[in-house]
């Protein structure tokens, strides 16, 4: 058996878990903390819901809250229809019921004025059918 095998064996086993010490760390400071900071900020906007504000679920559907409860969003997605969602099915607020709604004005006289609009040119129609079937 060569020597220096002898002695890395026999060394300090400080050195033999210490690259397993630094996998784990970089796997919490990569993985582990942006996932909790990411649960983290969505639990803190699933918990300013309020009524009023329009949501959009994790499924895509969208309305507005009518009411909340402990675990439960009450949702309008149309007149006189109501559906009622758990919180953690909430995937993003659109807008806030608290928050004024931002007006977009002119600043630029010539954004006021109408947009020019190129005529159309005369073209040969496209014969959209196309013969896919086996030649011979």
């Given amino acids: 058996m060569p020597l220096y095998l002898a002695e890395s064996a026999s060394g300090n ?3 033999l878990f210490l690259p397993f010490i630094l996998i784990i760390g970089v796997m919490y400071f990569l993985m582990i903390r942006p996932q909790q ?3 983290r900020e969505a639990m ?12 959009v679920t994790i499924g895509g559907l969208h309305g507005t809250v009518v ?3 402990d675990d ?4 309008e997605i149309a007149p006189d229809v109501q559906v009622r969602f758990a919180r953690p099915a909430i995937a993003r607020v659109l807008t806030r019921a608290d928050e004024p709604v931002a ?15 190129a005529e ?8 959209p059918v196309v013969d896919v079937r086996k030649k011979d």
């Fill in 13 to 15: 086993p400080l050195g």
């Fill in 67 to 69: 009411g909340v409860a």
């Fill in 44 to 55: 803190e906007m699933q918990n300013k819901i309020g009524p009023g504000d329009e949501i």
């Fill in 37 to 39: 900071k990411k649960r």
């Fill in 72 to 75: 439960v969003v009450t949702l």
């Fill in 103 to 117: 007006e977009e004005s002119v600043t630029d006289e010539s954004e006021a004025e109408e947009p020019v609009v």
């Fill in 120 to 127: 159309p040119s005369v073209e040969e129609p496209v014969n």
